[in-house]
């Protein structure tokens, strides 16, 4: 079976991993250091802070703006539920805002009605490795004086108009085992406000800046140098990894020619990397992944509800009309496209999808 995600791990990891196990300093140290200062580079910020996971990259975020009890936070309805988590994990409520068609991402034409007196900050998603539309977003941000959280989860490497996704304003990463880069589980925030790193870095360590002196209140959220030392070598791989996706997804646009079968939408103005290669079925999807998997290609869902749409949210009277993110959760399907596949597993993806026999699905 043609996996959707394969983490690449090769033995530049391993030896980056051993020789921090032989230095006996496996916590986190001068390798998590030298990760935080190249992730910062490649962003092109002044500073990153590695923690332990995506979700608590964007809480501590939040938090680090001061955003809490009483505050709104716009967001897409249409991403991972960590997304909107981290906004009720500060106590903050989530104010969704529907997506373009186009690339899954907030609608910066419909932000505009969701903003109140008690909004503090906007929280863009670069849904699969496509940049929001940020030169907008950042306009309604200043003008009403609101923070900008980026969930650049699934865009490491990406860009807007030439600048790096997680350059924008406070950004989030995901470094889980399926993203472009990984190191097991870990997140970072990039930023360059120095206030703002300062904070993070108290709040990620029990509000310490000297050891058992504790200003703030704070948590355990550090990462290890034994997932720092594998983020540096999947970093120096970063780039090929992101060629190979973009490459891939080209091929596949090229020779995906189903009629049922919409391949992806990229705007002009960004770089996307391709976390998923995400397309859209026109009736039939359940079989569409059944005949896929008996062809041996892997598909997957991301993502089958919108997060209104979730029980959680559902009971939290959350459930609202979003039709353009609910349509793309009834038709979008993501098909391999990383780094490790060969050109004749390419070859085979896109002829399993357009030797698909489709016949439209009853939707309840």
Do not use: W
């Not at 923070?147 to 807007?160: K, L």
């Not at 108009?161 to 950004?171: C, E, K, V």
């Not at 009736?283 to 979730?310: C, D, M, N, S």
């Not at 959350?318 to 039709?323: A, D, F, G, L």
């Amino acid at each position: 079976m043609i996996a959707v995600a394969k983490p690449q791990i090769g033995p530049e990891e391993e030896a980056a991993v051993l020789a921090v196990l032989r230095s006996g300093m496996i916590a986190q140290g001068p390798q998590t250091e030298r990760f935080e200062h190249a992730f910062a580079e490649l962003c092109d910020v002044q500073h990153a802070v590695a923690v332990s996971n995506g979700t608590v990259a964007l809480h501590l975020a939040l938090l680090a703006h001061d955003i809490g009890p009483g505050d709104e936070v716009i967001t897409s309805p249409f991403s991972f539920i960590a997304t909107a988590n981290s906004i009720l994990m500060t106590g903050a409520r989530p104010v969704f805002v529907d997506i373009d068609a186009d690339d899954f991402n907030l609608d910066p034409t419909l932000v505009e009605a969701a903003i109140t007196p008690r909004t503090r900050a906007i929280m863009p998603v670069h849904l699969y490795g496509q940049p929001a539309q940020m030169d907008a977003l950042l306009a309604l941000a200043q003008r009403y004086n609101l923070q900008i959280i980026e969930d650049a989860a699934q865009a490491v490497g990406a860009c807007y108009r030439g600048r790096p996704a997680g350059s924008f304003g406070t950004a989030c990463f995901s470094l889980y085992a399926t993203k472009n880069i990984t190191t097991g589980e870990g997140g970072m925030i990039t930023t360059n406000d120095a206030a703002i790193a300062e904070r993070l870095r108290l709040l990620r360590a029990h509000g310490m800046r000297v050891r058992y002196y504790h200003e703030h209140f704070g948590y355990n959220f550090r990462i290890t140098d034994l997932q720092s030392a594998l983020g540096l070598a999947q970093l120096g791989k970063l780039a090929t990894f992101n060629q190979r996706r973009i490459a891939n997804a080209a091929y596949l646009d090229a020779h995906i020619s189903h009629p049922a079968i919409s391949t992806p939408r990229v705007r002009p103005e960004v770089r996307h990397v391709y976390h998923q290669y995400t397309v859209r079925v026109q009736g039939g999807r359940e079989a569409a992944i059944k005949q896929l998997a008996a062809a041996g290609v892997g598909a997957a869902i991301f993502y089958p509800l919108t997060i209104p749409q979730q029980p959680f949210y559902r009971a939290q009277g959350y459930e609202v009309p979003m039709p353009v993110a609910e349509q793309a959760a009834r038709d979008v399907l993501a098909l391999p496209v990383h780094p490790g596949l060969s050109a004749e597993e390419l070859a085979q993806v896109a002829d399993a999808v357009n030797a698909l026999e489709l016949v439209a699905e009853l939707v309840v």
